[in-house]
Structure formats: C-alpha cells, structure tokens
C-alpha cells in the first residue's frame, strides 16, 4: 500500500527536525497535489505551531522580486537589460562597462558586500543599527573588481542594491511603490511586504539564531536585528504567497514569453552542486538542469534566524517552498528540498 503524499514527505521532515535543532519547518507545494505541511513550532516553548498564516523573510530570494520589477520596466522599455548601469547612475566612482544583465546574472565582477570583513563585523556588533546606502557603496567601491565584467560568474548582493537604485532611476519612483505597481498587485499578493525595520520585522513568524547572544543561546532575531543590513532589501511573505510570486513570475502573469525566456537564460555555474546537476544563473533565478528533475528554477536565501528555498520543477509544473525558523546552512536545508522532490518524483 503507498503511504500518502504527507505521510512520506514527514518522514524525511521530521527527522531533519531532530537532527539540526531546527524548532520549526513549512512546506507549501503547488501543483497537481497542492499541499501545506507544517512540522515543528513557531516558539522554544512548543505552544504555537507553524502555519498558513506564518510570514518569512526570503533573505536572497528577494533578488527574484527585484528582477521581476527591472524586467517589468524593460518590457515597458523604461530601460534595457543591455543597459550600462552608468546610463541610470552616472555617479559611480568606476568606468568598467558593467550592464543591467550582468548585474541580474552576477558577471558583473562587483565585490559582494556580505564577503567584506567591515560588514560581517559591523552586523555581529551592531544587528540593530544598519549601514546606510551610502555607507555599503563606500565599502564596496573601495575594493577592487574581481574580474572584468562579463568574464566570469560570481554571486553578489551589491548588484541587486545597484539594480534596485538603477530601477528607482528610471521609473523615477521609490522602489517600495514600484514593487506594489509592477508585482504585488497584477499578482494580488496581499500579505507580502517590504522589511524596512522593525516593525515589519515583528510580521514575521519569530525566528531564532545564536550568533547576536552573548551567551550563545537561542533568541528570536526580530528584536534584535535590523534588515537594513541586506542591502538590496528583503520581501517578507507567506510560503503560499511565495509560491503565487513565483508561479506568476515563471508562468506569464508577470512577463512576455520572450522574457520569461530571457529571465531562465541560464550562466552556468562551474562549481559542482552537492545534490542537483547542472548549476546555473539566470536573471534573479536560480537554475538546474537535473537528469532526474530536469529544469529548475528558483531561488533560495538565509540570514539570521530563517531560511529557505522556493524551487519550481518545469516538468512537472510544480513549485515547492520551503522554509525554516531556525538558523541552519542553507546547503542542509537544501538536502531535505532535493527529498521532498524525490518524493514528488515518484509519485506524481
């Protein structure tokens, strides 16, 4: 007899909980068998469980948002992927011919802001006080380009701040409402949001790190840490509402076919991937092409106290997001979203 669909996808869920000390985990999967799964809790005290309701940063995968609205714009002609980014801010203290594209794509040789020393300290001293932009762009532009643009794959979170600017440039409107007009409303996303501080931060459902206690106990991250320190910004959102993102953004609610197409071009990524064939990168996506899964496009993120994937498999036209409340790398999580795969594989 096959067991059910969330009788089997627990079976990998709930050991993964034990085994990395995670408090909570939630699955939204959409497609020909639509399923929330929640396992765990959103508090130490095991009182509150996980569910429809519990809103989570995407951290990285906000970079796909970002995308979305400079796609949007371009295929409005507001602007152009092959744009120099000197075009919209020609204030930049370079001359190297960095364009839209390699931005999006992370060929752009930028250094990226989280790899930098002064950051990483200035956070772990300071989560609740946040460089401010000009101060990301000082550190940054102090450092040299790791490579000339276009001849290489890096991934850096300083383009998507710089891309965010360019596309605030263009529409001449702030990003927030350029968000809300060119995502958030054609797709009626009503519980996703911007984190601007700390009162969007208390939304969230609570999530847990270790790393700002000095005592190196466990403390929910909304009271201590600033999501300024993301540079680019971050989206909040209910896993069902990530995946209407990016089952909108992928499927032609969002974009023309031809730039759908243009977004799922991919960089390959010559670095081998622990559990998926093929890495790649497109514009604010990020690609597989995987003998057992075929193609998949998606993105994935972490930060202090969550994190998380949102993984679409076009085959099977199906997309799974799943995200946890507790700090964990991200590469574990990652193994458990290439088992629940596996399960859908196999039975859808």
Known sequence: MTLPLEQRLRAYVDPWLKDFNVLGVAVHITGDRPLPLFAGFADPEKKRPL????????????????????????????????DPLRRWLPDLPFDKPVTLRQLLNHTSGLPDYRALNSHKAGMAQSPSAPWDEPRF????????????????????????????????????????????????????????????GP?????????????????????????????????????????????????GLLNGRLLSPDFVSEMKKPVLIPFKHPFFASPGYGLGLRY???????????????????????????????????????????RFLEKLMFQLLSVLHDLL
Not at 140 to 159: D, Q
């Open 288 to 330: 597989y092409d995987d003998p057992r899964f075929g193609k998949i496009f998606g993105h994935g993120g972490e930060g202090p106290g969550f994190a998380g994937f949102s993984y679409y498999v076009e085959a099977r036209k199906t997309l799974v997001s799943l995200y946890c409340n507790t700090d964990v790398r991200a």
């Open 199 to 247: 009162a969007d931060m208390r939304r969230l459902t609570p999530g847990y790190a270790r790393q700002f206690n000095p005592a190196g106990r466990p403390e929910d991250v909304r009271a201590v840490f600033h999501p300024g320190w993301i540079a680019h910004g971050v989206v909040g959102a209910p896993l069902e509402e990530l995946n209407v993102f990016f089952d």
């Open 137 to 196: 762009l000082e550190a940054v532009f102090a450092e040299k380009f790791l490579f000339e643009p276009g001849t290489a794959w890096l991934y850096s979170g300083t383009g998507y701040l710089l891309l965010r600017k360019a596309a605030e440039a263009a529409a001449r409107r702030p990003f927030s409402q350029l968000l809300s007009e060119q995502v958030l409303e054609p797709l009626r996303l009503r519980r996703t949001f911007l984190l601007n």
């Open 51 to 82: 569910s429809v309701e519990s809103a989570f940063p995407a951290y990285s995968a906000s970079k796909s948002y970002i995308a979305a609205v400079v796609l949007r714009l371009a295929q409005d002609n507001l602007l152009g992927l092959d």
